[in-house]
């Protein structure tokens, strides 16, 4: 079965503590993204990447880095410069253009601790 | 700045009644349109979709209706049903540098009352 896969589904994180968000997918899609979201604000974009080893920032991309290396993975790390990282990430990755909308991960929830 | 904005944070409705959820964009470059619904932790799933050169889009139970003049969008729900009850994301999209980059709403959370 094709599909996108985000683990852990729930991680703690302490204080001045990097971690990364695994995000796999299997669709051969070529461009994948990374949401957060927060009550009352929807989904914001963190990064995105249209073509392996090429990214770009999103909205919201301060404290958060990317990585491209193959086109099945697009893991995000969370650095000790973000300073509100507790939130519900979403990954996602789109075969192209947007009339072929997204498809979604599980999410993973994030809590500093 | 909210070019993507859904208002009413929370709908509820009866089954069997209709549902309408609006939105409402500021861009006029964008040129689709998706509604997603989103269930609890769980990642959101697509749902239907409209281009700007319709102004309608049917699927079964959910109509997307757009009003390019007025920047809005609603989709209707009909008939309602207990398992429709989600949060509901639409999203837009346009043309310029064809990034596939979908701008979401902050979410209209629906419950059905059986």
């Known amino acids: 079965d094709g599909g996108i896969t985000q683990s852990p589904k729930y991680l703690f994180r302490k204080e001045g503590q990097n971690v990364t968000l695994s995000c796999e997918q299997n669709?051969?899609?070529?461009?994948m993204y990374w949401y957060r979201q927060d009550p009352g604000q929807g989904l914001r974009l963190i990064y995105y990447s249209q073509i392996v080893n090429d990214f770009q920032k999103g909205d919201i991309a301060e404290g958060y880095s990317v990585s491209r290396e193959k086109k099945e993975s697009f893991p995000l790390t969370v650095t000790s410069a973000q300073k509100n990282p507790t939130a519900f990430y979403l990954c996602a990755s789109s075969a192209g253009p947007p009339n072929y909308g997204y498809t979604f991960g599980s999410g993973t929830r994030l809590t500093v601790v | 700045d909210q070019q993507v904005k859904q208002n009413s944070p929370s709908l509820s409705v009866q089954e069997g009644r209709i549902s309408i959820l609006n939105c409402d964009y500021t861009n006029s470059m964008f040129d689709y349109f998706l509604w997603y619904k989103k269930y609890p932790a769980e990642g959101p799933t697509f749902l239907i979709s409209?281009?700007?050169?319709?102004d309608k889009n049917e699927d079964g139970r959910f109509t997307v209706f757009l009003n390019k003049s007025a920047k809005h969008l609603s989709l209707h729900i009909v008939p309602s049903q207990p398992g429709d009850s989600a949060v509901y994301f639409c999203?837009?999209?346009?043309?310029?540098?064809?990034?596939?980059?979908?701008?979401f709403g902050q979410g209209t959370t629906l419950q059905v009352k059986p």
């Open positions: 669709l051969n899609h070529d461009a």
């Open positions: 409209i281009s700007s050169i319709k």
């Open positions: 999203a837009a999209s346009g043309r310029t540098g064809n990034t596939g980059k979908l701008i």
